[in-house]
């Protein structure tokens, strides 16, 4: 597996560096050499952000934590991939078309999510509008999301709330 390990507002120090490849070493097992992972640290005022990043076959799988100390964190990032994984075990299997997912234990510790429990379907009318007016109405309906038609390029479009109070948008684009 690649690791990128990258220190925002800090200097990340090789005893982390060798810490995040040993973790990292339980997430390889799964994919095994061609995934690539990219560990973030960020040192805020009362603790550490680690964001890990794994990407396999056009799959994306994250995780942020905050804790006290870098590797404290980390371990929760991990912890956090592994759940992940297993939460989503078949469907990961079929889409990958792999046997590398066999090393998985079937006794995880997180329920196997066998089908999606959709309870509301909902139609929603576009227009076009900017991204400023996309995130007054999700304002104003008091929502984490809002979905829109981009009046500068006509994609179809989402504006989000972020984890540190900005803003974030999703803009389509065909791979």
Do not use: W
């Amino acid at each position: 597996m690649k690791i990128t390990i990258i220190g925002r507002k800090c200097t990340i120090r090789d005893s982390f560096k060798e810490h995040a490849e040993k973790k990292l070493k339980k997430i390889e097992r799964f994919f095994g050499d061609s995934a690539e992972a990219k560990v973030t640290a960020t040192v805020e005022k009362n603790y550490q952000v680690v964001e890990v990043t794994v990407m396999y076959n056009n799959m994306v799988f994250r995780a942020e934590e905050r804790a006290e100390n870098m590797n404290e964190a980390l371990d929760l990032c991990v912890d956090s991939l592994i759940r992940q994984i297993r939460k989503n075990k078949t469907r990961i299997e079929k889409r990958m078309k792999a046997a590398s997912f066999d090393v998985l234990p079937l006794d995880a510790d997180e329920p196997e999510e066998t089908e999606f429990d959709l309870v509301r379907t909902k139609k929603v009318e576009l227009r076009p509008e900017t991204v400023e007016e996309a995130i007054l109405k999700m304002n104003l309906v008091g929502h984490m999301f809002y979905m829109f038609c981009n009046a500068e390029n006509g994609k179809v479009c989402v504006v989000y709330v972020r984890k540190d109070g900005g803003y974030g948008l999703i803009e389509p684009e065909i791979g």
